[in-house]
């Protein structure tokens, strides 16, 4: 299993961007998905999650700015971001939790699995 993130860049403030990420593989089933961040010198941050069902959380900074969602017949969590401001600025992350695949004889899992970073950077 493998999760592949795009969608990063440069942006002004006030501007917007569109992050996905795909997870790819013999992929039975996914939990929750989630997009955190990393900004330099601070700790990674849990930014939004969704679960299957489609209930989603928000870190209070993003609330109204930032929308997560899902495509479960593509494995894909998404990241729509709204009013960016420099603060936003980090590496975004990608994760899936309760990962079950298909393992040829029978299934494997639940395993959690990381993409591996886009850059959103903000200008002022």
Known sequence: VQLQASGGGLVQAGGSLRLSCAASGSIFSINAMAWYRQAPGNQRELVATITNGGSTTYVDSVKG???ISRDNAKNTVYLQMNSL???DTAVYYCHAG?????????YRGPYDYWGQGTLVTVSS
């Open 65 to 67: 700015r930032f929308t």
């Open 85 to 87: 401001k420099p603060e």
């Open 98 to 106: 309760g990962v079950v695949y298909n393992s040829g004889p029978g």
